[in-house]
């Protein structure tokens, strides 16, 4: 009865912290209108939840780290962000710079990826990808590497208060 009763009470406390640590996961994404974005990340900053920067996020997808507050993001081994200067089609059809939205968007990040643009030569046409220890410096890691090898199928099965505990876990970070 002691064992059905603490199981209970751990499925439950899962399932609370479940409801209140949601985490929205960034990979592959390439950007795109910049007010898409804006409105999205607005809604995503509300809504309280976590972000998970695990592959590329470029372009308008960049705009998160000035929408959301830094305590919220967190970047594994393989986020990869890529800034640019903002463009719109020209007359012609082609690329041209837009500086006012260039500003506007240069403005949205936080000081320490200013400083990293600015080491760089600013905001251009071409892309600049900050990734690796130098991003890991700016940004909280997430530990996801280790919780996907720790989450491999064994042969043996874990006895049910293991499982739970390890369940546990993989939900606080």
């Given at each position: 009865m002691k064992f059905l009763t603490g199981l209970l009470a751990a499925v439950l406390l899962i399932a609370g912290m479940g409801a209140s640590h949601a985490v929205v996961r960034i990979a592959d994404d390439r950007g795109g209108r910049i007010g898409t974005y804006v409105d999205?990340?607005?809604?995503?900053?509300?809504?309280?939840?976590?972000?998970?920067?695990?592959?590329?996020?470029?372009?308008?997808?960049?705009i998160v780290l000035g929408a959301i507050p830094h305590d919220r993001i967190c970047v594994t081994s393989s986020a990869t962000l890529g800034f640019h200067a903002a463009w719109d089609f020209g007359a012609n059809g082609r690329a041209v710079t837009n500086s006012e939205a260039t500003q506007m968007l240069y403005a949205m990040y936080p000081s320490q990826v200013r400083r990293w643009i600015n080491q760089r030569g600013g905001l251009t046409p071409h892309m600049l990808?900050?990734?690796?220890?130098?991003?890991?410096?700016?940004?909280?890691?997430?530990?996801?590497?280790?919780?996907?090898?720790?989450i491999k199928p064994t042969r043996r099965s874990l006895p049910q208060s293991e499982r739970i505990e390890s369940a546990r876990g993989q939900l606080l970070h």
């Open positions: 999205k990340y607005q809604d995503l900053r509300q809504s309280g939840e976590t972000v998970i920067i695990d592959g590329l996020c470029a372009s308008a997808c960049t990808f900050l990734k690796g220890k130098q991003l890991q410096a700016m940004y909280k890691p997430c530990y996801m590497d280790a919780q996907a090898s720790a």
